[in-house]
Nanobody, 126 residues
Framework: QVHLAESGGGLVQVGGSLRLSCAAS????????MGWFRQAPGKERDFVAA????????YYADSVKGRFTISRDNAKNTVYLQMNTLKPEDTAVYYC???????????????????WGQGTQVTVSA
C-alpha cells in the first residue's frame, strides 16, 4: 500500500508560481510512475503531468507544456510540480497519483493509477 500526501497549494495571482509536493510512504513508494491530475468544479479529473520511475521520461498535457515541470526525488519519495505563469484556468484541486511497479495503459489515464492523494486546492485569481 502507498500513501500519498500533497502540499503546496494556495491562492496566487495570474502569472505567479506555485510548487506542489507529493510525499509518498509505503514499502513500494518509489517503485512506479507518478502523476499529477486536476479537477475543477463540475468537470472531470484531467491529466496534468507524469514522470516515470527513474525520472528519465516526463509527460505533459498540452495546456501546461512550457509552464509546468514535474520532477521526482526517489531518495525522498517525493514528486514535485513546479507551476509557473499560472492562469485562471489552472484553478482546480490537484491530485497526486502513483502506479504500482508494473503498470499497463496510458500514463495520462486516471485508470492507470492505483494510489491517490486527497488533493490540494490551487486558486489563481485574475
Amino acid at each position: 500500500q502507498v500513501h500519498l500526501a500533497e502540499s503546496g497549494g494556495g491562492l496566487v495571482q495570474v502569472g505567479g508560481s506555485l510548487r506542489l509536493s507529493c510525499a509518498a510512504s509505503g514499502r513500494t513508494a518509489s517503485s512506479g510512475a507518478m502523476g499529477w491530475f486536476r479537477q475543477a468544479p463540475g468537470k472531470e479529473r484531467d491529466f496534468v503531468a507524469a514522470v516515470t520511475r527513474t525520472g528519465s521520461n516526463t509527460y505533459y498535457a498540452d495546456s501546461v507544456k512550457g509552464r509546468f515541470t514535474i520532477s521526482r526525488d526517489n531518495a525522498k519519495n517525493t514528486v514535485y510540480l513546479q507551476m509557473n505563469t499560472l492562469k485562471p484556468e489552472d484553478t482546480a484541486v490537484y491530485y497526486c497519483a502513483a502506479t504500482r511497479t508494473y503498470y499497463s495503459g496510458s500514463i495520462s489515464y486516471t485508470g492507470t493509477y492505483d494510489y491517490w492523494g486527497q488533493g490540494t486546492q490551487v486558486t489563481v485569481s485574475a
